[in-house]
């Protein structure tokens, strides 16, 4: 148990920063304007984001049976 008191000065240092680290955010974060919000959302939505709508090919539904069946093999 003594060998493991070396870990103790770090673990404090990275609990301290942790925390500091924790508080210098909190206080960073601004609040944004609802107004300002809205219309950012309006210009985010008005934007043409290049997505075409239409689906490609479809493709055939695979119906497995979960079992494992080798092709026939045609004979010569």
């Known amino acids: 148990m003594e060998i493991l008191l070396w870990l103790v000065p770090s673990a404090l240092v990275t609990v301290m920063t942790m925390v500091w ?3 210098q955010a909190r206080e960073g974060r601004g609040e944004v304007d609802r107004d300002v919000a809205i219309r950012r959302l309006a210009r985010a939505l008005e934007k043409d984001h290049g997505v075409s ?3 490609g090919p479809t493709r055939p539904v695979d119906r497995s049976t ?3 069946v080798r092709p026939t093999r045609r004979a010569s």
Do not use: R
């Open 66 to 68: 979960g079992i494992a």
């Open 53 to 55: 709508q239409v689906d």
């Open 21 to 23: 680290v924790g508080w």
